[in-house]
């Protein structure tokens, strides 16, 4: 009897057998409870949804970040085509030039043609101001470039250059100006406003190029694509190679 009550003693505890024993039953309670379980699931929950908030945090924020460049983008190539345009219409030879005749030579619609070029003209300055693509930027400067070296040209017929690239026209100095030297600046082939409508049109070029191949962040099929988010897609925000690198 009582080396069965010895045996009992150490099945309950002493000697430390039981300690173990009842360890074990209250793990194996825990488990069927379920409060292991809760416990797992609430501490890696609360990880999974601060990285997934984290994650979808930083994805915005490209995303935001490619909307933006690739709306900077499209507004330049919108104004350089405006531009285009109306520098066209200064550079018409044919019958309908505003150069046509001398002697019908209409100077309110001369300024009027003129100013729609100087207003564009400095849209196209602005909007390349904006964009982050270089390609495109480098495309715009020989315009700017060639505006700078036409400053004294341009004053004598009633524009000025500002410090910031863009022009501005007086009307009373331009319909003072000598018809010979506002053809010479804004018609024909040799001529300024050509020489603008060239630029702009390569602008217009490589804000389609790198649309179509790398520089812009949406491509025609709406993937994305540049230096921020990988070429096609690959390495970049949709992959999911190149987002998951900043974590």
């Known amino acids: 009897m009582?080396?069965?009550t010895s045996n009992l003693g150490a099945i309950l505890?002493?000697?430390?057998?039981?300690n173990s024993i009842y360890s074990n039953l209250s793990q194996i309670s825990s488990l069927r409870s379920g409060a292991y379980s809760k416990l797992t699931n609430a501490y890696y929950g609360r990880s999974g949804s601060k990285n997934a908030i984290q994650n979808t945090s930083a994805y915005n924020r490209l995303r935001t970040t490619a909307y933006n460049s690739q709306t900077a983008l499209k507004t330049v190539g919108t104004e350089a085509a405006?531009?285009?345009?109306s520098a066209n219409v200064l550079t018409d030879t044919g019958k309908?030039?505003?150069f046509a005749n001398g002697d019908t030579y209409d100077a309110d619609k001369a300024f009027k043609a003129t100013s729609d070029f100087v207003n564009n003209y400095n849209d196209t300055v602005s909007a390349l101001s904006k964009t982050d693509n270089t390609n495109v930027r480098s495309a715009g400067a020989s315009m700017t470039r060639m505006t700078g070296i036409m400053k004294d040209s341009l004053s004598k017929v009633g524009i000025s250059v500002g410090v910031d690239g863009k022009m501005s026209i007086d009307e009373e100095g331009f319909k003072k100006a000598d018809v010979n030297t506002v053809k010479s600046l804004f018609n024909g082939n040799g001529s300024y406003a050509k020489i603008v409508s060239n630029s702009a049109q390569r602008v217009q070029t490589t804000v389609n190029t790198q649309q179509l191949y790398g520089?812009?962040?949406y491509g025609n099929s709406g993937s994305y694509y540049s230096a921020l988010t990988g070429y096609g897609g690959y390495g970049g925000l949709y992959s999911g190679y190149g987002f998951n690198s900043f974590f």
């Open 96 to 98: 309908n030039s505003l």
């Open 2 to 4: 009582y080396r069965s």
């Open 13 to 18: 505890g002493y000697g430390g057998y039981g």
């Open 82 to 85: 405006e531009l285009t345009t």
């Open 215 to 217: 520089g812009s962040v």
